[in-house]
């Protein structure tokens, strides 16, 4: 059963409820994750996305913080969301699809602005988060599997806009870095946009702070879809949207997609 899987951190789902018909109008992506929805799961507008042609979704939501959810056209049913560092927040679920894929929408926790633990705790927070997540891949070994979302972290010199200035910068340390190759590792999981796009500067994200965004072009490469093993070769035609960064209102990130042959 082929599919195309989208993820995009909306940055509010009920502020960018427009947005999110816009791109399923327009994209018709099978399957759209979203993270940093902000919003209690009774708050989202479902009925909205149900009417759009997406009336199957798994959800974690909070107030005004953090937030998962997968909009699927294909028939899906929840499997399970977990709740890494124990911190208490709405950052991941998981759904399996009818094809028996399943997906898991992850929402890593940005990290704050020192990359240092001993004086910033949401940089420890999202290091031990990473932690967990490398040990639960480890006794969960993910088979016909995708991982998506916004991990906060761009780990490649050229997913960033320039690697040397960045490297004090939370996101692009090289301890965050090895965190997430170590999560990536312990699951044997595929990035499948970097095996698509194996060369050349890519970004996801642009900061709200650059007045010309598109031009100044200081991106980074924070979103990602990554594959089990197994199915790794079933992946394809990865692109990130970078369009839907210019739309009015927009997220400071753009949808990342993949197509899967099934």
């Known amino acids: 059963m082929p599919f195309t899987l989208a993820t995009w951190n909306i940055n509010s789902v009920r502020l960018r409820e427009a947005l999110v018909l816009k791109l399923l109008s327009e994209e018709g992506p099978d399957v759209l994750c979203l993270q940093e929805c902000k919003s209690p799961v009774d708050k989202m507008p479902l009925e909205a996305f149900a ?49 028996g894929v399943t997906v898991h929408n992850f929402y890593v926790p940005a990290g704050g602005d020192v990359a240092d633990r001993t004086v910033n705790e949401k940089f420890g927070q999202k290091l031990d988060y990473l932690t967990d997540m490398r040990d639960w891949f480890r006794e969960n070994r993910p088979e016909k599997s995708i991982l998506v979302g916004d991990l906060n972290i761009a780990p490649r010199e050229d997913d960033v806009w320039d690697h040397k200035k960045l490297l004090k910068v939370v996101s692009h340390t090289p301890i965050e870095v090895e965190h997430l190759a170590d999560a990536q590792d312990a699951g044997g999981w595929v990035d499948v946009t970097r095996r698509d796009v194996p060369e050349g500067r890519l970004y996801s994200w642009w900061s709200y702070r650059a007045k010309d965004w598109d031009a100044a072009d200081k991106g980074r490469r924070l979103d990602h879809i990554w594959a089990s093993a197994d199915i790794q070769d079933a992946g394809h035609s990865s692109r990130i949207m970078r369009s839907a960064r210019g739309w009015e209102k927009p997220s400071d990130h753009a949808p990342v997609f993949a197509s899967f042959d099934l």
Request: glycine residues 16%.
């Open 51 to 99: 009417d759009a042609g997406y009336g199957h979704v798994v959800a974690r939501g909070q107030k005004g913080y953090n937030g998962v959810a997968i909009l699927s056209k294909i028939p899906m049913v929840e499997a399970g969301s977990q709740d890494f560092a124990a911190l208490g927040h709405a950052r991941h679920i998981a759904g399996t699809l009818e094809n």
